[in-house]
T-cell receptor
Framework: NAGVTQTPKFQVLKTGQSMTLQCAQD?????MYWYRQDPGMGLRLIYY???????DKGEVPNGYNVSRLNKREFSLRLESAAPSQTSVYFC??????????????FGDGTRLSIL | AQSVSQHNHHVILSEAASLELGCNYS??????LFWYVQYPGQHLQLLLK??????LVKGIKGFEAEFIKSKFSFNLRKPSVQWSDTAEYFC????????????FGTGTKLQVIP
């Protein structure tokens, strides 16, 4: 079982470039999430999608956009990358909807550096 | 808004020492609580979870956590740590109901010295 798959695993961008991080899950989960992880700050929620067709802002949405393309896929886009967006990005999914007592499943992360 | 606090940012223990990592949350309603572990260079993995019932929950690798509702706490414990427990540990909360937002604490880095 693949679980949650993120691509790419590593990326280096120049300031001002755009980039889309891809995330796909094969567990038929309803909810999907994007986090960034920075030293000493834990995981901060960027955007989430409670169900197909809906997206909501998390704690740190500025500079990002998301698309819930279908039930499987949830992409994160940086329209104009800034050095402050250098981070490790994690996608997660969980069953959701029929009970909030399900844990999240995480992808392996994308290490993004903005020069 | 819900929030999660982990007061210990970095903990260093010798092998066989006992471990307790603090987690406090702020939310007045019903919550579901989780502890995740992140080994170096890896993604987060679920250690244990609390939904309802017995407030003492047991997870993988000998970890356990106790939910104390009156203290809004969900502390993680292990009687005897091993070098392989070196990792970062995150507490997370999800509020009950249809709202699917998950909030994480800032994490605690545990270093176990052989």
């Amino acid at each position: 079982n693949a679980g949650v798959t993120q691509t790419p695993k590593f990326q280096v961008l120049k300031t001002g470039q755009s980039m889309t991080l891809q995330c796909a899950q094969d567990m038929n989960h309803n909810s999907m999430y994007w986090y960034r992880q920075d030293p000493g700050m834990g995981l901060r929620l960027i955007y989430y999608s409670a169900s197909e067709g809906t997206t909501d802002k998390g704690e740190v949405p500025n500079g990002y956009n998301v698309s819930r393309l279908n039930k499987r896929e949830f992409s994160l886009r940086l329209e104009s990358a800034a050095p402050s967006q250098t981070s490790v990005y994690f996608c997660a999914s969980r069953a959701g909807l029929r009970g909030s007592n399900q844990p999240q499943h995480f992808g392996d992360g994308t290490r993004l550096s903005i020069l | 808004a819900q929030s999660v606090s982990q007061h210990n940012h970095h903990v260093i223990l010798s092998e066989a020492a006992s471990l307790e990592l603090g987690c406090n949350y702020s939310y007045g309603g019903t919550v579901n609580l989780f502890w995740y572990v992140q080994y170096p260079g890896q993604h987060l993995q679920l250690l244990l979870k609390y939904f309802s019932g017995d407030p003492l929950v047991k997870g993988i690798k000998g970890f356990e956590a106790e939910f104390i509702k009156s203290k809004f706490s969900f502390n993680l414990r292990k009687p005897s740590v091993q070098w392989s427990d070196t990792a970062e540990y995150f507490c997370a909360v999800i509020t009950s109901g249809g709202y699917q937002k998950v909030t994480f604490g800032t994490g605690t880095k545990l270093q176990v010295i052989p």
